[in-house]
């Protein structure tokens, strides 16, 4: 916890439970101006945050980078326990300003907490599509069609009249299967319509652009939080991974694709602009035709227009974010 530089100092050890968390706000009563500062809020201390922010705490995130920073700098080098992790977090919070302060959870978590379930819906019905497709090689030949669904598998397995006892269990796990894939099919058409309702909710602009469907800018939203956290769309290029990585020696200035970043934004940014470069009206589509103009090559114009989707992505997503935030002060003004 992060103190006053003339308060007194104390200290607290508590275990991870809700009655311990009540031990711990009874104890902080004795700074009645408190912010509360614990190192990695969004991993092994996202609880605890939420639960300081549901009783209007003031909460700021430490990067384990910044505390690694303070130990080695402090006289006891490497050295790490409990109590040393805590002084460094609030020497982070008061003097390095690498805090980061935390805010109640929104739309934009529920969306993650949703396209993370998505990712491993769609994993698990791959996983299982594969296995039917094994077991149908080996009930017939040349097995089952590539574009396998619940209904085309269950046809195919309708006329078909096991021989062997290996073939009865064989047929008895692809009907297992098939029930499945058919409640991955189910369960990711609900996944779909709760998306559909939370980014009707959001009021984003995300969908209008060329190539971004619900899935998409679930993902954008999800996975880019609040975009105001970054200070200019340059510093959302070098998060997504659209940001080219220069090289330069002696000779000449190069640049590389990047391999850094957020790989999950980066691969929907990088969908969007390959929709947008087949689409001949779209925006995307000028953009890299103006590239090749100038003499650049298909993967360069490609890049580019990844880098440029991005600044525009990021700019709509903080535009939505400043609208949402400023409608409630507008309609209390409008009231009064």
Excluded at 109 to 133: C, F, K, M
Excluded at 164 to 178: F, Q, S
């Amino acid at each position: 916890m992060a103190i006053e530089p003339n308060s007194d100092v104390g200290s607290l050890r508590i275990e991870a439970s809700l009655a311990e968390y009540r031990r711990l706000i009874v104890w902080a009563k004795a700074w009645p101006e408190r912010t509360w500062a614990i190192e990695n809020a969004d991993g092994l201390g996202h609880h605890l945050a939420l639960w300081l922010l549901a009783l209007g705490e003031v909460v700021l995130d430490i990067p384990t980078t910044a505390t690694a920073r303070v130990r080695e700098l402090s006289r006891g080098g490497r050295r790490k326990n409990d109590r040393i992790d805590a002084a460094a977090a609030a020497s982070v919070a008061a003097l390095q300003g690498d805090a980061r302060q935390v805010h109640p959870e929104t739309t934009s978590d529920s969306l993650a907490l949703l396209d993370e379930r998505r990712v491993n819906l769609s994993h698990s019905r791959t996983r299982t599509v594969n296995q039917l497709h094994a077991l149908f090689r080996e009930l017939m030949a040349g097995g089952a069609p590539t574009s396998l669904t619940s209904t085309s598998a269950t046809a195919a397995l309708r006329g078909f009249r096991p021989r062997t006892g290996p073939d009865r269990i064989r047929v008895e796990l692809a009907r297992e299967l098939i029930a499945d894939v058919r409640r991955f099919d189910e369960q990711l058409k609900a996944n779909a319509a709760k998306i559909a309702v939370l980014l009707d909710e959001h009021g984003t602009r995300l969908r209008e652009i060329d190539g971004v469907g619900p899935v998409l800018a679930a993902r954008l939203l999800g996975r880019t939080g609040s975009p105001g956290r970054f200070a200019s769309a340059a510093a959302y290029a070098n998060y997504t991974g659209t940001a080219p990585v220069q090289i330069a020696s002696a000779d000449s200035c190069q640049h590389r694709l990047s391999r850094y970043g957020d790989r999950q934004l980066n691969s929907a940014i990088y969908t969007i602009a390959m929709v947008q470069i087949r689409m001949p009206a779209s925006a995307g589509r000028v953009y890299y035709d103006k590239k090749i103009a100038e003499g650049k090559s298909p993967r360069y114009a490609t890049r580019a227009l990844k880098r440029h989707l991005a600044g525009h992505l990021w700019r709509i997503m903080l535009t939505d974010e400043n609208r949402t935030t400023r409608a409630p002060s507008e309609v209390v003004a409008h009231a009064s």
